[in-house]
T-cell receptor, first 111, second 113 residues
Framework: GNSVTQMEGPVTLSEEAFLTINCTYT??????LFWYVQYPGEGLQLLLK?????DKGSNKGFEATYRKETTSFHLEKGSVQVSDSAVYFC??????????FGQGTRLTINP | DVKVTQSSRYLVKRTGEKVFLECVQD?????MFWYRQDPGLGLRLIYF???????EKGDIPEGYSVSREKKERFSLILESASTNQTSMYLC????????????FGPGTRLTVL
């Protein structure tokens, strides 16, 4: 079946550091891929998405490229801020509107 | 902006009680979902609905039921709450067909004593 695996957290970085959160997936066919973010005390909100191989999703300085050859969708940001502290979820969607989520990665950015 | 609201942010119930969690969306979305979120397990789908009065089981439906009598409202019911149902419950909605963006409510943190 479809599944998503994220790098284990928590991840702690200093402000302005480079961020990578790894995400790999298992799916048949061509799923859509998503990154969602959950700020403290809130529900999830879409950060970025990609719907086909080699697409790059980007938003708020974050980027992720849909790599079919490595079945990956790693999240990157060149210079993180304290306000980026949150839990990040990788997800895949394939038909029928359902999403399959990874386990989440808690990110803490220290000033 | 799409708005998804949930009836309570925090709820404390006792074992054996019947619990209702309500979710309302204001954007005429066809599809609605209930998830539970637990540390280290991510989000797991409990039930979803494609249309009024339609429901389908997700990955962990045991101990839960749902109701969708109106398009904008999707209720999650714990028939007899148990301590292992202590969790964060998230509702989401999405329009149309295909795996599109899901819009989430703020969540209800349920504690069952």
């Amino acid at each position: 079946g479809n599944s998503v695996t994220q790098m284990e957290g928590p991840v702690t970085l200093s402000e302005e550091a480079f961020l990578t959160i790894n995400c790999t997936y298992t799916a048949t066919g061509y799923p859509s891929l998503f990154w969602y973010v959950q700020y403290p005390g809130e529900g999830l909100q879409l950060l970025l998405k990609a719907t086909k191989a080699d697409d790059k999703g980007s938003n708020k300085g974050f980027e992720a490229t849909y790599r079919k050859e490595t079945t990956s969708f790693h999240l990157e940001k060149g210079s993180v801020q304290v306000s980026d502290s949150a839990v990040y979820f990788c997800a895949l969607g394939k038909g029928a509107q359902k999403l399959v989520f990874g386990q989440g990665t808690r990110l803490t950015i220290n000033p | 902006d799409v708005k998804v609201t949930q009836s309570s942010r925090y709820l404390v119930k006792r074992t054996g009680e019947k619990v209702f969690l309500e979710c309302v969306q204001d954007m005429d979305h066809e599809n609605m979902f209930w998830y539970r979120q637990d540390p280290g397990l991510g989000l797991r789908l409990i039930y979803f609905s494609y249309d009024v009065k339609m429901k389908e089981k997700g990955d962990i439906p045991e101990g839960y039921s749902v109701s969708r009598e109106k398009k904008e409202r999707f209720s999650l019911i714990l028939e007899s709450a148990s301590t292992n149902q202590t969790s964060m419950y998230l509702c989401a909605s999405t329009p149309g067909a295909g795996p599109g963006t899901q819009y989430f409510g703020p969540g209800t943190r349920l504690t069952v004593l």
